[in-house]
């Protein structure tokens, strides 16, 4: 495609990683192919649904892509449990964007926004994953991770693995 | 005549919390299908599973064959595993990737562990979820989905 830098291409990888190990207990590795898999994958998915999202602005002859597009090219293509919960972050984000500038940079530094990002019941949606209750579960991240994560989704962990992996 | 399209300001930001659902969502199916193969090291072949498992991820099987070679280079080293241990050859497919590396290889002992202990259980999953009734939860979430 004329324009486009090789670099361009994909999703930087040492951002994808970063997400990848947020999700992943600490003694879970992810070999190098696996990190190119998944940038690849990443860097597919923002085509697939900007492509369905510019299909439809095109089709009412708007000339700008809106948010509202993006999320309904979602729920059209199978990604309806993303959706919902990225309409709430959407509504959100406008709240706190109607704020002057300062008291948007104060919020964000006291971690308000992220409090504001991540309502409670955001976690029954499980973003397609799991339906459960983060309460019942053990968790493994601090509460600074579980701060800035996305979602608050928190990956079940196996606290007998390391006693397991001793007896051997 | 092409037309220029402008976007929204707001789609970066949406866009950008998208994937990080999307990588979390593809990272931690794929971890779950590690896992299940006693695994503890997330390789192509499990993103591969996960793609081929998930409907919604369908969009993403042409990128799979880029992987294939991954899973030749799977079968030419598998032969060095069944010399290890012919007992486990088949169980022993998904690790055959640690060969080379001693820190993997020691992983890949464990895990050949994990798998002879796995053998000897009658539940319908391995080791790793032996006494951990959420785990074996969280595997029929996934057989759910």
């Not at chain 2, 006693?38 to 064959?65: G, R, Y």
């Not at chain 2, 990737?97 to 796995?118: C, T, Y």
Request: charged content about 20%; some cysteine; overall charge negative.
């Amino acid at each position: 495609m004329a324009g486009v830098r090789e670099q361009d291409q994909y999703m930087p990888i040492a951002n994808v990683i970063r997400i990848m190990r947020r999700i992943l207990p600490a003694h879970a590795k992810i070999s190098d192919d696996a990190k190119e898999t998944i940038q690849e994958c990443v860097s597919e998915y923002i085509s697939f649904i900007t492509a369905e999202a510019n299909e439809r602005c095109q089709r009412e002859q708007r000339k700008t892509v809106t948010a509202e597009d993006v999320l309904w090219a979602m729920e059209k293509l199978g990604f309806d449990n993303y959706a919902h919960p990225l309409s709430l972050y959407l509504h959100r984000y406008r709240e706190s964007e109607g704020e002057p500038a300062s008291v948007r940079r104060a919020s964000s530094a006291m971690g308000i926004n992220n409090n504001m990002v991540h309502p409670p019941y955001i976690n029954s949606h499980g973003f397609g994953m799991f339906d459960f209750d983060p309460s019942s579960q053990g968790f493994y991240r601090d509460d600074h991770n579980a701060a800035s994560g996305s979602g608050g989704f928190v990956a079940p962990f196996d606290p007998y693995a390391n006693i397991k992996r001793d007896a051997l | 005549m092409f037309t220029k399209q402008m976007i929204s300001s707001e789609i970066p930001m949406l866009m950008s919390k998208a994937c990080e659902i999307f990588i979390q969502e593809l990272t931690f199916r794929a971890w779950m299908h590690a896992e299940k193969n006693n695994k503890s090291i997330v390789q192509p072949c499990d993103v591969a599973k996960v793609i081929m498992q998930t409907d919604t991820m369908n969009f993403l099987t042409e990128i799979i064959p880029n992987n294939l070679g991954d899973f030749s280079v799977f079968d030419a080293k598998e032969e060095n595993i069944a010399n290890i241990a012919e007992e486990n050859e088949v169980s022993l497919s998904f690790t055959a990737g640690f060969m080379g590396n001693p820190m993997m290889k020691m992983d890949s002992e464990e895990n050949a562990g994990n798998i002879v202990e796995g053998n000897q259980a009658t539940l319908p999953y391995t080791s790793g979820f032996m006494g951990n009734p959420m785990n074996m939860m969280n595997m029929d979430n996934v057989r759910m989905k």
